[in-house]
Every structure is written in structure tokens, then in C-alpha cells.
């Protein structure tokens, strides 16, 4: 006889199957934004550093000559624009470690439903063991009731018979 929750069962499997793989998805998110910080710090760093030197060569440029008023406000405007850049990368680096935590954040949450997929799986599992041993205590009872009343049928036959035969003499 089929389980009767059968098809239960084989959704409940198919669900921790997928989850199981969202997990897997979410490791991999996860190991991919925390490879991402390291790039994004190297990044600004290697800007930072960049800026120095170009500031440094610019300034180079200016130093010892004389230069009009309107070359040195340039060189500042664009040391400010170089400067306000970063910013820009400051923020890709919070980003980066924001991306972490939310990745991290979505690993714990898939954690939490595989292991409550795995649970749900395991107690009808269970329910099933009981089932299938409670079916197998019927049928043997059932198999005995047949084998008491064939051999209960039996046994009046054989009354019947022998009762047939003291009647005839």
C-alpha cells in the first residue's frame, strides 16, 4: 500500500533540495562580496596614493616659476576635483563591507531554512516509519484473521462431514 502522505514527502524533499542549493548560492555571494572588499580598499589606496603623487608632480611644475594667478586656480580647482574623488571610493569600500554583512545576513537566513526544510523532512519521515510499521501489524493481523477462519472453515467442514457420516448408519 502507498504512503498515503507520498506525495508530501517528495514535495518537502524537493523544497530542502532547493534550499540546499540557495544555500550553496549563498555562499558563493558571500565569498564573492568578501573578495570584493579587499579590492575596493586597494582601490582607494592606490587613488590616495596617486593623488599624492600627482598633487606632488603638479606642484612640481608650479614650484619656482612664476606663473599667473589663473594657472595657480586652476591647479587648485583640480586638486579639489581630484580630492573630492575619493569620496567615491570611501563609499565603494563601505559598499563592499555593507554587501558582507548583507550576504552574511542571507547566509544565516538559508542556514535557517535548510534546517527547518531538514525538521519538517524528519518528522514526516518518521510519521512514515510508523505508518509502514503500523500497516505491517494489520496486514499480519489481517493475514491471521484469514488463516483462523480458513482453518476455522476448515474444521466445520470436517464436522459436517463427520456428522454426515454417523447420520447415515
Known sequence: MKYVL???????T??????????????????????????REKELADYEKWLDEEIDRQYAKLIGKQVRQDVVTDFAATIRTLR?????YVKRVQDAKADV???????QKKYAEVEQANRDLEKLLAHRSEW???????????GDKELEESVRLQAQGESVA????TEGE
Open 14 to 39: 524537493l523544497r530542502k533540495d532547493r534550499l540546499e542549493r540557495e544555500l550553496l548560492k549563498a555562499k558563493e555571494r558571500l565569498a564573492e562580496a568578501e573578495r570584493q572588499v579587499p579590492i
Open 132 to 142: 509502514e510499521a503500523e500497516q505491517a501489524k494489520l496486514e499480519e493481523m489481517s
Open 101 to 107: 554583512c548583507r550576504a552574511e545576513e542571507e547566509l
Open 162 to 165: 463427520g456428522d454426515g457420516g
Open 6 to 12: 507520498a506525495d508530501l514527502v517528495r514535495v518537502r
Open 84 to 88: 573630492g574623488r575619493v569620496p567615491e
